[in-house]
C-alpha cells in the first residue's frame, strides 16, 4: 500500500511516499481503508519531536520516530475486523482515531472508532476526530459552560476553535471569538456574537472579563489570562509551543498547575494531543451534535496523499481555517 512515511525528525521535508506493507490485525482490531486523514498540530509536533521532552515521555521516539507512519485521524471504510471485535462489519463508514493515518490503510482498535454520518463526506468526517473532542472536553467537560455565561475561544478559526465556538454557542453562552481579520465572518457565521481581530484588538486588556476563556494559542502569559477571567472564572489552556522547544506547552501547563491551588478561579489544561480518556463516549457525544445540526466541520483546503508534507507545512504556520484534510482514493 502507499503511505507516507519518515525515517527521522525534522521538517515536513522528511517525509516520502513509498510502498509498505498493509498493517496485519490482531484480535480486538479493526482494519481500515483510509479515504480521508485531517492534518493536525499533533501531527507536525510528532514530525519534529517537539518539545524535546516529548521523547523522554513515551510515544514518540527518542533519537528516531516511533512510528514510520504519522497521522491520527481517519475516516473510511471499515475493510477487516479481528476476533472478538462487536458492532462493526467490512464495508461500515466510519471516523476515529487512527494512527498512521497518512496512508491508504491504518489499523486501530474498535473503541476508537464511529459511524460515520451520512451527511458528511470523508474529508467532513476525517476532520471531526481531534478537533471535535478536544473541542468538547474544552467548553463541555473542563470549562463547563453553562447558559448565560461569557465564553471566549482564541484561535476562533482554527481546527480546534471552529468547533468550540458551535458547541459553547449550542450551550447558550455568549460567545467572543478571537482570530485572524480574514476568519472573521466565518467564525461569526459558527455562532460568535464577538469577533476581535487579534493584530488589533487585545482581550487581556482587562476591557471585558469572561467565564470561560479556552486558549488554543498560547499567545498570552498567564497573568493576562488571569486578567481577562472573572474572580471565579475558569482558563481552559490547549497547548501552544514552537518547533525547536525543549518544554513547547508543557512548561506552560506545568505553570498553570503551580498557580492553580494558589487562586479561586480554575485554571485547568487539556491535553489534545492523544485520544486519552473516554474517547469513544465523546466521539459519540460529538457525532451526536452533528447529526442534529449542532456541528459543521469546517475544511480549509484539502492535499492528495503525495503532498502531505505541504499540507503539513500548511498547518504548521498557523493559519489554518478550520481544518486541512489528506485525501486517499
Known sequence: MRAVTQERFGPPDVLRLADVDRPRIKAGEVLVRVRAAALNPYDWHMLRGDPYVARLLGGVGVTRPKSAVAGLDAAGQVAAVGADVRGLRPGDEVLGFCPGAFAEYARTTADLLVPKPARLTYAQAAAVPLGAVTALRGIRTVGRVQEGQRVLVNGAGGGVGTFAVQIAAALGAEVTGVCGAGNAELVRSLGAAHVLDYAREDFTDQRAHYDVILDNVGNHPLNRLRGALTPTGTLVANGGGSPGHLFGAVGSLLRLAAVNPLVRQ????????????????????????????????????????????????????????????????
Open 266 to 329: 480554575r485554571l485547568r489544561p487539556i491535553l489534545p494531543a492523544a485520544p486519552a480518556g473516554p474517547a469513544h463516549d465523546d466521539l459519540l457525544a460529538v457525532v451526536q451534535l452533528i447529526e442534529s445540526g449542532v456541528l459543521t466541520p469546517v475544511v480549509d483546503r484539502t492535499y492528495p496523499l503525495a503532498d502531505t508534507a505541504e499540507g503539513v507545512r500548511h498547518v504548521e504556520r498557523g493559519h489554518a481555517r478550520g481544518k486541512a484534510v489528506i485525501t486517499v482514493a
